[in-house]
């Protein structure tokens, strides 16, 4: 190894371990690599880690195919191939094909292929190029960004997402699709708490009445209709039961009627044939005294 490169591990070295001689707003960089290469120049030293590169500075934690640290004091990082990075302090991952970092301003700037996470709001974003300030929690979105969170699609050529007030502003033949709902124009600004749009310049869109809210209206109008029906069935029943109890009491008193006609119809037959017999009786009296009239008369003659 030339003395350079010592001299620049040297340097490196120095930076992560001596953080209690310098200021306070300096930050301990950890790394890792396959292999590590270096210079050291008169005003900034350049590092390059390469193979499974990993290097955490701060809240920023990035893994990479090659790392490479440069300027005053390291203050910025630059990464390329298969870039994964997380940071802590904004609950953000991302990965993408290229990136830039500087470790002053808080600014991360990525390139191709950038998919976003954004894992406390729900929200996941993919463009060419993003843009963002950990300081202000404002992404910058540029060449065919797609953001989606919950029930919200959104596409444009270009946003500025507000992490922290969750406001997205589009421009560049934006759109916004809302479950069926679908709303473009020039440009358009979404509350993503409320889901409140606004919309200006050449709008234009379509809405869809949600099945739904007309299933549950129209089921809370069954579910009265249905309660109302019960009502009147129940006073139906009701009215049902006594006119039930009344014909009973009615069929009651014709069947003791109708025992009654019955009764006094044999009572009647009875007396009928008392009548007769006691007629029949009296007729046979009468006729056996005659004869025995008759039979007197002739034996005096």
Known sequence: MNSRIRLTLFLLAISMLATSTIPASAEKITFSADSMSGVSG????????SGNANIKADAM?????????YGADFRFLKATGNIKGINSQSKLEFTCDSMTYDRIAKIAVLRNN???????????ADAELIEYNQKTEVAVMQINVYLVQEENTCTAAHAVYNKKQQLLDMSGNPQVVQNQDAFR?????LNLKTNEITLDGHVRGSVTTKTSSSSEGSASGTKAKSASEKKEDSSSNAKDGKE????????????KDAKATEKDSKDSKAKDSASKEDLSGKDSKEEKADKEKEEVKDAKQ
């Open 42 to 49: 008169k005003n900034s030293d350049r590092t390059t880690l």
């Open 61 to 69: 934690e990035i893994s990479a195919d090659s790392i490479e640290l």
């Open 114 to 124: 950038v998919h976003l996470i954004d894992q406390e709001n729900k929200v996941t």
């Open 185 to 189: 124009a020039q440009e358009i600004s």
């Open 244 to 255: 039930k109890e009344s014909s009973a009491k009615e069929s009651d008193k014709s069947e």
